[in-house]
């Protein structure tokens, strides 16, 4: 089945300055790929996500990079603010009529003053 | 944006009795809801799957007794963890999506579950 790998599991930024989460995916099936942001006590909530026909997507300062042939994709934060601390998830959806989401680990990025 | 509601938000029950989650999609009709259970500093880790009018599909390692989901209105699915004991605290999370295919799912706020 499916497994998504995220890295790193912990990362603290200078506020203004750029954070990159990373997550890889093992099944080639899988077209539609999200990420949440997750505050503390709260359900996730989709911040941005990219289809496998899409190389790229940006909304604002949250873009997303998807490498299919590396089965790589990214996410990119710019000029991080105290709000965005939080956990942040990528996750891969199973190409079938179950829909399944596969969550990466989860990454806890700190925003530092 | 699609709004997904869960009741209670926390709750507190002693081993052995049965506590009943709710989980609603607010402005639209799910055909399909998830549910999630995710311990402390954890991933969201799927249990079942829920179509409306059908039986759940349960995730492997996922006891279909212990955790009873009825799926009754396109609006509408509960988790009831029967027989609780303390390992079965945990934040749980159902999620809902409309439509076939990949497409977004709308998460509920979550249920933080305690059992003493």
């Known amino acids: 089945g499916e497994n998504v790998e995220q890295h790193p599991s912990t990362l603290s930024v200078q506020e203004g300055d750029s954070a990159v989460i990373k997550c890889t995916y093992s099944d080639s099936a899988s077209n539609y790929f999200p990420w949440y942001k997750q505050e503390l006590g709260k359900g996730p909530q989709l911040i941005i996500d990219i289809r496998s026909n899409v190389g790229e997507k940006k909304d604002q300062r949250i873009a997303v990079t998807l490498n299919k042939t590396a089965k790589h994709f990214s996410l990119h934060i710019t000029e991080t603010q105290p709000e965005d601390s939080a956990v942040y998830f990528c996750a891969a959806i199973l190409y079938s009529s179950a829909s399944k989401i596969i969550f990466g680990s989860g990454t806890r990025l700190s925003i530092r003053p | 944006g699609a709004v997904v509601s869960q009741h209670p938000s926390w709750v507190i029950c002693k081993s052995g009795t049965s506590v009943k989650i709710e989980c609603r999609s607010l402005d639209f009709q799910a055909t399909t809801m998830f549910w999630y259970r995710q311990f402390p500093k954890q991933s969201l880790m799927l249990m079942a799957t829920s179509n409306e009018g059908s039986k759940a599909t349960y995730e492997q390692g996922v006891e279909k007794d212990k955790f009873l989901i009825n799926h009754a209105s396109l609006t509408l699915s509960t988790l009831t963890v029967t027989s609780a004991h303390p390992e079965d605290s945990s934040f749980y999370i159902c999620?809902?999506?409309?439509?076939?295919?990949?497409?977004?799912?709308?998460f509920g706020p979550g249920t933080r579950l305690t059992v003493t």
């Open positions: 999620s809902a999506k409309s439509g076939q295919g990949a497409s977004e799912q709308y």
